[in-house]
């Protein structure tokens, strides 16, 4: 029986943990009578959420699409540019310091710059997006294709594997894990540069519903925007999560040993 426990709170450990946080939030704002235009209760911001469902979801879905597009680009860049970086020296001396000296400019400065060139929208959520997510895949499929071990490639240079057949038998299969958890991270950070992107300039988006609620002091519905903005980064951290396990199973035995 305490076995069986043991593997239900590892099992459910991070439900229960959003429940009790849910509930110290409820008395905390009940209790001290907290007004609900400075610190809304989660009860509140659920009647908000279940009022204003429609809304919140047409702005979500813009949100999500959005995110994904610029996602969808940053992880072609991210690979094109990650297996340059990683494979050839020349490459990675030429254009590695170009890519952190640009990856240190907030992404937030280049928003007025996008809406100059293409205007109040989706395009510069997309790009924005883009432009704060790239970088981490860029970095882990460089990293994974760069620790390949070279008593490796000298044997299969002397077993006759031309460069080309080294890294795509080799080199992608090594740089996998790291590929997949780029994804991980680069996936909520698109998220953040959509948001970012909305609150700016859009008329459409959770990040544009945030702030409109947020002029009229209704915080329940800015907490609502909120919460549906880190579910739907959960749920795609959760699925990247899942794909990892599945494409990189020979990587990963034992993670979860603790666990049973």
């Not at 990650?82 to 640009?102: H, N, S």
């Not at 924005?128 to 240079?157: C, H, K, M, Q």
Request: with cysteine; aromatic share 12%.
């Amino acid at each position: 029986m305490a076995f069986n426990r043991r593997k239900f709170m590892i099992k459910n450990a991070s439900w229960m943990l959003i429940l009790l946080l849910l509930l110290i939030w409820e008395i905390i704002c009940v209790g001290l009578n907290v007004p609900e235009y400075l610190f809304p209760a989660p009860s509140a911001v659920w009647s908000a959420g279940i009022a204003r469902w429609e809304p919140i979801m047409m702005h979500a879905w813009q949100t999500f699409f959005t995110t994904l597009v610029g996602f969808a680009i940053a992880v072609v860049v991210g690979v094109v540019l990650g297996v340059a970086v990683g494979t050839y020296p020349i490459v990675y001396k030429a254009l590695y310091p170009l890519l952190v000296g640009f990856n240190s400019i907030p992404k937030v400065a280049f928003v007025p710059v996008l809406v100059v060139w293409f205007g109040i929208g989706t395009v510069p959520a997309i790009l924005t997006a883009f432009l704060i997510s790239f970088f981490p895949v860029l970095v882990n499929v460089a990293t994974g294709l760069a620790t390949l071990e070279p008593e490796l490639e000298d044997v299969l240079r002397s077993l006759g594997a031309s460069k080309l057949d080294i890294l795509r038998k080799v080199g992608l299969p090594r740089a996998l894990p790291y590929f997949f958890a780029s994804l991980k991270v680069a996936i909520t950070l698109a998220f953040v540069g959509s948001v970012i992107s909305e609150t700016v300039a859009s008329n459409m988006g959770i990040g544009y519903l945030m702030m409109a609620a947020s002029s009229s002091m209704d915080m329940a519905l800015v907490f609502a925007g909120l919460i549906v903005i880190g579910v739907m980064g959960v749920v795609m951290y959760e699925l990247f999560a899942w794909m990892e396990k599945r494409f990189t199973r020979w990587a990963n035995r034992g993670v979860n040993a603790a666990a049973v």
